[in-house]
């Protein structure tokens, strides 16, 4: 073609003239050229991994489905490899961390065995409570008649078991222990005291006592009961622990009696008479039964007291 040279700052364009035009090429028809195939992108997270040998990979201008597995199969290894470092899912480079061990498992072995030696003490203490207790409550039979000692000496006094609250008639009556001395004073002359409530003493020591003795609760209580489970009505004794009883009760009536200084400076108690004041229980006010308020009396004989009781022997 002819370019026009209108000088340096000429613009410079094609020749319009019809020799120009009758000399240019006829233009090729275009034929639209198949599409490349491109290489679909990589994850990120397959970056490092481009060194290694590549993998074939479906055509995806086949089917949308096959574009959209793969693409879901991408996100899944992206997944994956977020996960591997994922504290709060409790893996660690691809490895599930190990729960703590928590209670017995967390001590050291040798802690172990003497948590499971303790353990293995008490539930045998345990069965050997529950069997000794189900032996003293229960009808008399074989193991008691052969080892009821044992049983005795085991439940005896702390673990004592007294079913008259479940009886079909329960106690209504309260029993008060009283005592009175005949003390010989210090000019050589006798004296005898008036009656000494020692129930009603062990009453006031437990009232309002969060924790009150057990001797308080139950020494003189079941001391009288062991009177007059082995005694008649005339007060007699029964069997061979008739003895033993008056003996015992004797014992505890004279501590009681020299901790109130009752033979005051200088004088002995000589004799002592026990006796019980047994008043019957208030019925309510639903109820229609009809008991007597008064007061019964059951006195004993007199008992003489040994010189060693007097002067402390029973402590």
């Not at 032996?135 to 008649?145: D, E, I």
């Not at 008060?176 to 000494?196: F, I, K, L, N």
């Amino acid at each position: 073609m002819d370019v026009h040279d209108g000088g340096a700052g000429s613009p410079q364009g094609p020749n319009t003239s019809r020799e120009a035009e009758g000399e240019t090429p006829p233009a090729r028809e275009t034929v639209p050229r198949p599409r490349a195939e491109l290489p679909s992108p990589e994850p990120a997270s397959r970056a490092e991994d481009a060194d290694s040998e590549p993998v074939p990979r479906a055509e995806h201008t086949d089917s949308d489905g096959a574009f959209q597995a793969e693409s879901a199969n991408d996100a899944s290894d992206a997944s994956d490899a977020s996960d591997a470092d994922d504290p709060a899912a409790g893996l660690v480079g691809g490895t599930r961390r190990p729960e703590p061990r928590t209670g017995v498992a967390a001590l050291s072995p040798r802690y172990q065995v003497g948590a499971a030696l303790a353990l293995a003490v008490v539930a045998v203490t345990v069965c050997v409570h529950i069997g000794m207790v189900f032996l003293h409550v229960a009808p008399s039979n074989t193991v008691t008649k052969t080892h009821g000692k044992a049983i005795d000496d085991w439940i005896y006094p702390e673990f004592e078991q007294n079913w008259k609250l479940f009886a079909p008639n329960p106690l209504q009556q309260n029993i008060a222990v009283q005592v009175r001395a005949q003390v010989r004073t210090v000019d050589g002359g006798s004296r005898t005291t008036g009656w000494y409530d020692l129930s009603a003493q062990d009453g006031r020591a437990i009232d309002g006592n969060l924790l009150p003795s057990h001797t308080q609760q139950n020494e003189l209580r079941r001391a009288w009961d062991f009177f007059t489970a082995t005694h008649d009505n005339g007060n007699r004794p029964v069997g061979l622990r008739g003895a033993l009883s008056e003996t015992y009760l004797r014992h505890i009536v004279m501590l009681r009696l020299e901790r109130g200084g009752v033979a005051g400076d200088g004088g002995a108690v000589e004799r002592i008479q026990v006796r019980s004041q047994t008043t019957n229980v208030t019925p309510p006010k639903w109820s229609t039964e009809k008991v007597s308020m008064s007061p019964v009396y059951r006195e004993l004989s007199w008992w003489s007291v040994p010189d060693g009781e007097t002067e402390g022997g029973t402590r």
